[in-house]
């Protein structure tokens, strides 16, 4: 029998009715003679709230117990959907992260899977069971549960599906596949019927949250092909995979194949820094320390000898980067620092502009030509990122979409 790994998002499972439609399309897959293994996330909103419950009773929770805390939002999905399946006749036995095997390496809030032991799952195969996991989810060597980074639950379905040696992995979502860029702000975005794992990549790391980055990368070094599909209805979706074609109406020449945007966005700068060898490397050795992921980097010196530094990670790193920055102007010195977290990323993405140019060109004199200030750039092989003002993005995708010919008719 061939195993099939489905993955259901928080919105997918978020009231009683949809959980009943996402246990419908799961034993339709059981009734084609699949083992099935399911992935689900919390039911809507839940990880949030749960946030912000903890927000209501401690200004600094520890990791640990966030971790505590909002890996119980997977939980409440397992056991509902697995008593879903049951009462429809559907055996199926529901999975925590660590009754499914899942190791992860010590890093609250953002840890990695190490390895899965498949053999519960596989037993619960051979009992006839299908088998429910939650997503987002494991634990450590002393059994300490960590959580996988929002958006986790792409991460556990792939690394399932791979540990599984599944034929494929299936990401259910809200929205019918890929597009050119987020359905819900670009009106004119296009489905991709496939996309390659670099460009997808690149895509999620920028910004495009319906696949977690890490889930990418795993199935890129695996070959595992992913289906990106809605779990409203029964369209095809996007299949992420090594050598994509594009669509037949995309198939013109592309160099841009994606826009993304990235609200989650905090700039900080320091001021005022002595010139000399090794201060950057002490400054990003600190933010390392404290698990900050640093994004973009800009240095600009002045005649005096003295440098400011700036960089973007993401929102939630702000008490950390509010600690080791204040740290810093006392003992460097330096002459102050500063935090803003109303600006946001905005990216085209393509594999075409290795060996085309003027990308660059075009996407300034858009953002210029829509009165759209940049505040920092950076560009890899197939990406052009800028910073710009939050209440900017929305227009500054719109029309980039527009000016990389990527608009449906
Ligand atoms: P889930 O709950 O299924 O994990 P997410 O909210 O994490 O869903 O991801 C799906 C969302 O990703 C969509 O609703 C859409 O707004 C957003 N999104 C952003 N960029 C893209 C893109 N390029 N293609 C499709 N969806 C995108
Ligand atoms: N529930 C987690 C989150 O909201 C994981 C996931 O949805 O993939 O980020
Ligand atoms: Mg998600």
Aim: charged share 25%; hydrophobic share 40%; net charge negative.
């Amino acid at each position: 029998m061939s195993i099939v790994v489905q993955k259901f998002g928080g919105s997918s499972v978020g009231t009683p009715e949809k959980m009943k439609r996402v246990a419908k399309r799961v034993m339709e897959t059981r009734q084609q003679g699949h083992d099935v293994a399911v992935v689900v996330s919390a039911m809507g909103d839940t990880t949030d709230d749960l946030i912000s419950l903890a927000a209501q009773l401690s200004d600094d929770p520890s990791e640990r117990e966030m971790d505590m805390l909002l890996s119980t939002g997977e939980q409440i999905s397992i056991s509902l959907l697995a008593m879903t399946l049951t009462s429809m006749g559907c055996q199926a036995v529901s999975l925590t992260g660590r009754q499914a095997g899942f190791r992860t390496d010590v890093a609250y809030s953002r840890a990695k899977i190490l390895t899965i032991d498949n053999q519960r799952v596989l037993e619960e195969f051979a009992k006839g069971n299908v088998v429910v996991v939650a997503g987002f989810q494991g634990v450590d060597e002393r059994g300490e549960v960590h959580t996988l980074g929002r958006g986790g639950s792409d991460t556990s379905a792939v690394a399932l599906a791979i540990a599984l040696d599944a034929e494929m992995c299936e990401i259910y979502t809200d929205v019918n596949g890929v597009y050119t860029a987020d359905p819900r702000v670009v009106k004119k975005a296009q489905k991709m019927d496939e996309v390659s794992y670099d460009e997808m990549l690149e895509m999620a790391v920028m910004g495009a949250v319906v696949l977690q980055p890490r889930s990418v990368e795993l199935a890129k070094e695996h070959e595992l092909k992913l289906h990106v599909r809605s779990s409203y209805n029964y369209t095809e979706g996007t299949i992420v995979k090594e050598d994509a074609k594009m669509n037949k109406d995309l198939e013109k020449e592309m160099i841009v194949v994606g826009v993304a945007h990235d609200l989650n966005v905090l700039k900080a700068s320091i001021f005022g820094v002595p010139d000399r060898p090794g201060v950057a490397c002490e400054l990003f050795a600190a933010w390392a320390d404290e698990g900050v992921n640093v994004d973009m980097i800009i240095q600009s010196g002045s005649p005096d000898q003295r440098q400011d530094i700036s960089f973007t990670c993401a929102r939630n790193d702000k008490n950390k980067c509010q600690k080791v920055l204040s740290a810093f102007v006392r003992s460097l010195p330096a002459d102050s620092y500063s935090l803003v977290d109303t600006m946001a990323k905005i990216s085209a993405v393509g594999a075409g502009m290795i060996t085309h140019t003027g990308v660059a060109a075009t996407m300034f004199r858009t953002l210029y030509e829509n009165g759209i200030n940049i505040d920092m750039i950076a560009t890899s092989e197939i990406r052009i990122s800028c910073i710009i003002d939050e209440r900017d993005v929305n227009k500054a995708a719109v029309a980039l979409h527009t000016a990389f010919g990527l608009d449906a008719e």
